[in-house]
Each structure stands twice: as structure tokens, then as C-alpha cells.
């Protein structure tokens, strides 16, 4: 079993993909770009520094940005946050994987106030060995900071270490901090995107993960090489 399972939140854990777009869309709107849904939602996982210079030129994030992402974080918080429900049997993996030894970090592009919700939501804090947030890193995913966190508070080499995401962007910051990552579908995200972007292997949610843990990556002492590593 590896060491530690560093486990992205929105799309992996909780299912909150299409309200975080559908939040994000309202916002953009709101300050005059009308984006398609699909657009804004192929870019969950970002954290708001990574997916605004998607869609605005460096001049609008200057003049408007940080009021943008703001109105995004109030209106998640309070429309979309209630709606945010558990993906099945997290509580049961990580209880499995405490069992069998391997320590358990949530890596998320999330602010620190919504993990704290996501955590009550899943009823997982007595499992977790630590949980970091966007808040904790200077630049969120698909940058590698908050894999590179988590391995330096765990004290864990990159080896002993496996990430557990939904989006390109979780395997390609994991992948940039030397983790590879086991791929959940439960996002939404593309199969063939998340196999380009470094996933070693591919599960339907959680629940999937759990039944077939023993002949997962995790299972092993240390995690294999990124396809082109």
C-alpha cells in the first residue's frame, strides 16, 4: 500500500462539478461575458487564478477580477453549496485505507471555508491526516502546489505517494509534483483527457475505487511511473 492517497474534493469526493460551473457562468455573465456552459465547465478544477485568464485578458482580471471571482465565491456559497452531496462510499475507502496503513490528504483547489463543508458533508475528519486548500498554496491547480504541500506536511516522498482526482488538471499538477494520479469518471471529465494528462488507471467513483482497491494502484508500495515518465 502506498504511503499516502492525496485526494482532489469536487468531482472525486463530493458531486459539485456542474454547480461550480453553473456559479462561474452566473458570474461571468454578470460582468458582461455571456460563455457557454460546457466552456466554463470544462475548466472545473482550476482554482479561480488558473480559469479566469481563460475566458479575460490579463487588463479585465486587473480591472475586475478579484470583484468577479468574489461574487462567484458569494454566490456558490450561498446557492450552490447546500445542493453539494457525497459521492458513494468515501467514508468506507478512506476507513479501508486506514486499515491497510496509508495516510489521507485532501488536495483541493477549493478555499478553505467550502472544504470545511465538503469535510462535514463526506463525515471524514477523523480519517484525514491533513486537508490543504487553495488557500495554502500560491497557485492552485493544474500548477503542482498544493500536491507539493501535502507531500512536504506529510513528510512523504513523491514515490509513496498517489493522487486520487476527476479532472486533467488534478493528474497534471500531481504529475508536475512527481504523484501519479488514479482517475475517478465521477467529474464528468473525458476518459482519453484524463489518460493524456498522467492517470495511471480510471474507475467509475469512489465506490468503484473501493471494490477493486486490492488491484489498484494504491495497493502498491510505491506508485508506478506516468505513462511517458
Known sequence: MVAAGLFDVDGTLVDSVDLHAEAWREAFLRFGHDLPYESVRSQIGKGGDQLMPVFLSSEEIEDYGEELEAWRAERFRREYLPLVRPLPRVRQLFQR??????????????????????????????????????????????????????????????????????????????????????????????????????????????????????????ALDEAPAQPGA
Not at 458533508?121 to 501535502?150: E, I, M, Q, W
Not at 483527457?193 to 494504491?218: H, I, K, N, T
Open 97 to 218: 485505507l486506514r486499515r491497510l496503513g496509508a495516510r489521507i490528504a485532501l488536495a483541493s483547489s477549493s478555499n478553505k471555508d467550502d472544504l470545511a463543508v465538503y469535510v462535514g458533508v463526506l463525515g471524514v475528519r477523523d480519517l484525514l491526516d491533513l486537508a490543504t486548500s487553495a488557500d495554502d498554496v500560491g497557485h492552485s491547480k493544474p500548477c503542482p502546489d498544493v500536491f507539493l504541500a501535502c507531500l512536504r506536511r506529510l513528510g512523504v516522498p513523491a514515490r509513496r505517494a498517489m493522487a486520487v482526482g476527476d479532472s486533467p488538471y488534478d493528474a497534471l499538477a500531481a504529475g508536475r509534483a512527481g504523484v501519479p494520479t488514479v482517475g475517478l469518471l465521477c467529474g464528468g471529465f473525458d476518459p482519453d483527457d484524463l489518460r493524456a494528462a498522467g492517470c495511471v488507471a480510471l474507475y467509475r467513483d469512489p465506490s468503484d475505487l473501493l471494490e477493486r482497491l486490492d488491484g489498484s494502484p494504491l
